[in-house]
């Protein structure tokens, strides 16, 4: 009687390993790592500063065009920089992971009683702190080198939301690659397809100003809509790309339908790894 | 008897350089041949400055009409010159930390140890470098022309903008041999290569000078990468003309000079530390 009266306190006391309890400690090591190893996190912070400042600065003249529609190209290029940001903090995760593969680290992870669905949320849950920490810096920085919000705080809105979204499809994508390829091969395709996903798209030129192949290309890449929704807020009243609905609801659908492939891309990978 | 010494001297110096331009050649075979076997490592230096220039070309097309900018038949004619460039500096890079992984994997050590020539191991893969800058000149301009971007210097224009690829590579492969030398780090090489990427950017390589202003135009006032790159654009606008052949040549013949000179300056700096 004693004995059972000793044992079921212990019992009880055990922490029930929950989704979000898992995530939640996954995502505290991913955030604690970026102030152990911030050379990890650092190109995901200087790539939107650079982009920002320097494409911002060479193509100054786009805005020249007719039909360009803004007139500051800061305002044009800070989005872009973001969203590049963003897609490497989701990337930077994916090489976290494979060093975590590498060094037998993730097969202690699979042999706790983890649910397996908290091997992504947590390193999703810091793809989101990454991009606050980056929206955060860039922002600021790009109001200072003189990008206006055209329509106030919902432009910000819909900046976050959209670099939250990259950093959700390009964390996927990471992770999905990096359960398939194990290794280091793994973060070079990582890397070049996201950059040519986001370059094949409107990032440098808005689409009625672009020609030929790139046009028919960029018109169809659903990156062209996220790009639109990070920059609706930014662009001029009379822009046809201006805060609407019809802006929105493209960019919103692009991340939700991305986001579901490329994280059950990452689910099916962490399978096979798990078999 | 003292004539006879003096020949002997004569003959031992000429068989000396001999023995030193054959050591400095296998060397650059070495450095070639060692590129070639790893397709991996050069393929982006070839895949992304192509894939820019058809991007740029695509996208900026309309850009061609802003007041400023130079009377060119296509954006792919202007891009030309800096997709030169741009590969050149990614394909010099790689060069560098080749040598920088032969002194952290002690090659570098076996080499000084061997009876040869010091300058012959820096000047021999530097030479590598160059042979594939040359390479990839040939190759951009090969792939490129066809696209609406032809060369208003002709056959002579191309072949002075092909010896000017290889002699950019040769300064840049040496001024990253140098960061090569003084850190022995593979990653320390790769590491300065951003501050390249950053000099190419704020130049007049992606954009005529004529239409930034401010600071970025002022930057790129004094940006040596903007004169390197408009001395080969100069052979694509303007023709095969005198001043063209000079800026073209001149800018990384000096750049090449200095940067070989310096870079054999950390090489003897470290042979005295050892």
Sequence with gaps: MNTVATTTPVVTSVAKPTTMRSARGLAYRGIRNIRRLPSAFFPAMAMPVFTMIAFAGTFAAITRLPGFPTDRSVNWFMPLGICFGAAFSGIGLGFSTIRDIETRFYDRLLMSPAPRRSLIIGPLLTAWVRVAILCAFVIPMGILLGVRFTSGLLGLLTLVVAALGVSTISLGWGLGLAFRFRDMRGAAVMQLTMFVVLYLSSAQMPLPLMRGWLHNVARINPTTNILRLSREGLVLPTSPDYMSWSNTWGGLLAIAGMSTLTLVFARRGLNKLDK | ?274
């Design chain 2, 1 to 274: 008897m003292t004539v006879a010494t003096s020949n002997i001297v004569i003959e031992t110096t000429a068989h000396s350089r001999q023995l030193s331009m054959r050591q400095t050649i296998a060397m650059a075979k070495r450095s070639t041949i060692e590129l070639a076997r790893q397709p991996a490592l050069i393929a982006p230096s070839m895949f992304f400055p192509i894939f820019f220039a058809v991007l740029s070309a695509s996208s900026f097309s309309k850009t061609t009409a802003i007041p400023g900018f130079p009377k060119v038949e296509s954006f792919m004619q202007f891009a030309l010159a800096s997709t030169i460039v741009q590969g050149v500096l990614f394909g010099s890079v790689t060069g560098a930390a080749a040598l920088a992984t032969d002194i952290e994997n002690g090659f570098f050590d076996r080499l000084l140890l061997a009876p040869t020539t010091r300058t012959g191991i820096l000047l021999g893969r530097l030479a590598g470098s160059a042979l594939f800058g040359l390479f990839q000149s040939a190759f951009f301009l090969t792939v490129l022309v066809p696209f609406n971007a032809p060369i208003s210097g002709g056959i002579p224009g191309a072949l002075v903008m092909v010896l000017s690829g290889g002699i950019v590579s040769l300064a840049i492969g040496a001024i990253m041999s140098s960061v090569a030398i003084r850190t022995g780090s593979a990653e320390a090489v790769q590491g300065a290569f951003p501050l390249l990427f950053v000099l190419l950017f704020f130049s007049s390589a992606f954009f005529p000078r004529e239409t930034m202003s401010g600071a970025y135009k002022r930057i790129a006032d004094i940006n040596p990468i903007s004169y390197l790159v408009e001395g080969l654009r100069a052979l694509v606008l303007e023709g095969f003309t005198f001043s063209a052949v000079v800026r073209s040549l001149l800018v990384p013949t000096v750049i090449c000079a200095a940067a070989i000179l310096f870079a054999l300056k950390e090489l003897r700096r470290k042979l005295a530390a050892l």
